[in-house]
């Protein structure tokens, strides 16, 4: 039996080792600053968290719904880095998607339009997410064969083309999905600032300047305009 079972391991550990030599190359491929920027849009995250945690706030049903969203966006935000850049492609899409959509309820919460059990409608998103969401869906559907398939096939050394198990570097894909994964994440941490500002005043905003927030935010804005993520004209 342990024999086995063993087999069930040394695939897992296969998986592993691909994953890891993956996530190497997609560090060393991918933009150095905009790695960087993930890192400071985290910080911005956790820094929104503390400043006035436990302290009184204005509240309503808005407020508490919008915070629940980010909350949950926030608790799943490593495991769509990791399947970025460690090549699960298929499920970095579906993981984006989602995210797409919880940007979008949030917007909708905001804005009161928000229609209880059901799916946020992505026409409340701006213009320039809207044209990724349809491709989301298809790559994420296991109805679509044909844009599956190329995810999981390998170009052996005899230049045959099949399937396989272990996951495979695409440095395309990485680009692509990280890319969104960041426009994504810079638009969740606006609207957590906004919510902050709705929760305690426009006095919150010069707290936010002394611990340097608004500052990194331009940081990383600068580096998304530089690298094509957002547009300058367009972008908040």
Known sequence: MIEFT?????????????????RKESKENYETKLIESRL?????????ILIREG????TSKSISNRINLIATYIQ?????????MEGQYTKASALIKQDYEILTRIIEVKNKKEKEGKTPNVNNLPEEFRKFYGYLNKISHPS????????????????????????????????????LHLLIMYNIVFEKITLIIEMYGKQIITEMENRQIIHY???????????????ELNEK
């Open 6 to 22: 063993n087999k069930g391991i040394e695939l897992e550990k296969n998986i592993f080792i691909s994953k890891k030599q993956i």
């Open 40 to 48: 400071f849009l985290l910080s911005i995250f956790y820094d929104l």
């Open 55 to 58: 302290k009184p706030c204005e």
């Open 76 to 84: 799943g935000v490593d495991i769509v880095e990791n399947s970025i």
């Open 144 to 179: 679509n064969s044909s844009i599956i398939e190329n995810f999981i096939t390998k170009l052996d050394k005899d230049n045959f083309i099949g399937v396989t198990y272990i996951p495979t570097y695409n440095i395309k894909l990485v680009k692509a999905f990280y890319d």
């Open 217 to 231: 935010l331009l940081y990383v804005k600068n580096n998304l305009i530089t690298c094509g993520i957002i547009a």
